[in-house]
Nanobody, 122 residues
Framework: QVQLVESGGGLVQAGDSLRLSCAASGRTFSIYAVGWFRQAPGKEREFVGGITWSGGSTYYANSMRGRFTVSRDNAKNTVSLQMNSLKPEDTAVYYC???????????????WGQGTRVTVSS
């Protein structure tokens, strides 16, 4: 079982950028697709963006495209989420998760980190 630990969250102002990291333990991390999700208070957990096992392809929710960028470094067992031009509505707990293959569907992801909180003030 791959264990995932997110980091990099915090309090920022609208318009700022933030980079989240997802660190994985386990030699088999590189065989999984990795997705980023977020959950705002009182809302469902939603897909943000993801990356294939090789890092060759990324995919995003339509509403996230353009401001968010997912990347990975399998040699370091990390996946990152670069977030630019942050808005107050981006405030949420952000999670990374693994799946057998690339998917935008939350149910395809069966291994989750504990999340890192991002708060964007106006």
């Amino acid at each position: 079982q791959v264990q995932l630990v997110e980091s990099g969250g915090g309090l920022v102002q609208a318009g700022d950028s933030l980079r989240l990291s997802c660190a994985a333990s386990g030699r088999t991390f590189s065989i999984y697709a990795v997705g980023w999700f977020r959950q705002a208070p009182g809302k469902e957990r939603e897909f943000v963006g993801g990356i294939t096992w090789s890092g060759g392809s990324t995919y995003y929710a339509n509403s996230m495209r353009g401001r968010f960028t997912v990347s990975r470094d399998n040699a370091k067992n990390t996946v990152s989420l670069q977030m630019n031009s942050l808005k107050p509505e981006d405030t949420a707990v952000y999670y990374c998760a693994t799946a057998p293959r690339a998917s935008l569907v939350r149910e395809m992801y069966d291994n989750w980190g504990q999340g890192t909180r991002v708060t964007v003030s106006s």
